[in-house]
């Protein structure tokens, strides 16, 4: 469980974004970002999606982190994308967006 605090923070860290912030857009108190931060307090499915949503993050790698889903390769790409901070968070969330529609297009493919 610290490992995902660890990654949320690093997460908020790299996009500059303070704890209040965040907290705010997943609609979640300060003090309980706090805790899942510092791996006291483990967060259902639904904050995991708000948190996601708030750090434009796949909810699926924080789902990852969180011992909720297997892992899973193609997310090995869009964490890479949510870690570069080269990127600002609307060309991160369009990148993963074109990213997502060519796998998908992929996948229909070979149907």
Same mark, same amino acid.
């Given at each position: 469980?610290? !490992?995902?605090?660890? $990654? @949320? ?7 500059? @974004? ?6 705010? +857009?997943?609609? @979640?108190?300060? #003090? ?8 006291? +307090? *483990? #967060? ?6 708000? @948190?996601? +949503?708030?750090?434009?993050? %796949?909810?699926?790698?924080?789902y990852e982190r969180a011992?909720?889903?297997? %892992?899973q390769e193609t997310l =090995?790409?869009?964490? =890479?994308?949510? =870690? !570069? #901070?080269? /990127?600002?968070?609307?060309?991160? *969330? =369009? /990148?993963?967006?074109v990213y997502k529609s $060519?796998?998908?297009?992929? !996948?229909?493919?070979? +149907?």
């Amino acid at each position: 469980m610290s !490992d995902l605090g660890e $990654f @949320i923070r690093l997460q908020r860290e790299r996009s500059a @974004i303070s704890l209040r912030k965040l907290a705010e +857009r997943a609609g @979640i108190s300060n #003090p309980y970002l706090s805790q899942i931060e510092r791996g006291l +307090r *483990k #967060p259902s499915g639904e904050i995991l999606k708000a @948190i996601a +949503r708030a750090l434009y993050v %796949p909810v699926e790698t924080l789902y990852e982190r969180a011992g909720l889903l297997e %892992p899973q390769e193609t997310l =090995a790409v869009e964490v =890479a994308i949510t =870690a !570069d #901070p080269a /990127l600002n968070e609307q060309q991160k *969330k =369009a /990148l993963i967006d074109v990213y997502k529609s $060519f796998v998908s297009a992929n !996948d229909k493919e070979e +149907r």
